[in-house]
């Protein structure tokens, strides 16, 4: 009965590929969001999505693009991998406003080689 | 826009003693104020938060934290610490219309 799934869990690529990691809700929520965390453990959004608007951190590189297929899920592409994109990527949702209480996903941790 | 900081980096302290985890934030109305907390390799779990109300908020696993406006802080504390709770804690300050800031985290070591 997991809340927010997200897969897979560990991903290895090498630089210049193209990948995409999944994410589910099952809580009903309307918001969904993804997070980088560095190395640092420091959190960052990157996106939050609900069915009316797209809000995307201007600091994220445009090979970031979240796709949502309906509102339960919330999947990350990601076009030409580089170096610095290894990091945890964490998917949450909310519902309703965006500072409403999040519930995170376990994390995908990514690796460029 | 709002930010929130977290003074500690790492904290150690004993299994049994007293904990307090300090979070600043900065916003010119009152805020949304949330903990989590982040175990090894696990995702992000809400201890508790605070929108409005009684400044003192109780949370799970023995947690409370309080509002004081006039500090900017939201502290998080527990009377006595167990093992299970070494992992790396956030604050997290949000405020409407805005996305929800995570500071840098606190990693709290727990001692035998």
């Known amino acids: 009965d997991t809340a927010v799934s997200q897969t897979p869990k560990y991903l290895v690529t090498q630089m210049g590929n193209d990948k995409s990691i999944k994410c589910e809700q099952n809580?009903?929520?309307?918001?969904m969001y993804w997070y980088k965390q560095d190395s640092k453990k420091f959190l960052k959004i990157m996106f939050s999505y609900n069915n009316k608007e797209l809000i995307i951190n201007e600091t994220v590189p445009n090979r970031f693009s979240p796709k949502s297929p309906d509102k339960a899920h919330l999947n990350l592409h990601i076009n030409s991998l580089e170096l610095g994109d290894s990091a945890v990527y964490f998917c949450?949702?909310?519902?309703?406003?965006?500072?409403?209480?999040?519930?995170f996903g376990p994390g995908t941790r990514l690796t460029v080689l | 826009a709002q930010s929130v900081t977290q003074p500690d980096i790492h904290i150690t302290v004993s299994e049994g003693a007293s904990l307090e985890l300090r979070c600043n934030y900065s916003y010119g109305a009152t805020p949304y104020l949330f903990w989590y907390v982040q175990s090894p390799g696990q995702g992000l779990q809400l201890l508790l938060k605070?929108?409005?109300?009684?400044?003192l908020v109780q949370g799970i696993k023995g947690f409370e934290a309080e509002f004081k406006r006039s500090q900017s802080s939201f502290n998080l504390r527990k009377p006595s610490v167990h093992w299970s709770d070494a992992a790396e804690y956030f604050c997290a300050v949000g405020a409407q219309g805005n996305d929800m800031r995570f500071g840098a985290g606190t990693r709290l070591t727990v001692k035998p």
């Open positions: 949450a949702s909310s519902q309703g406003l965006r500072n409403n209480e999040q519930f």
């Open positions: 809580l009903g929520h309307d918001t």
């Open positions: 605070y929108f409005s109300g009684d400044t």
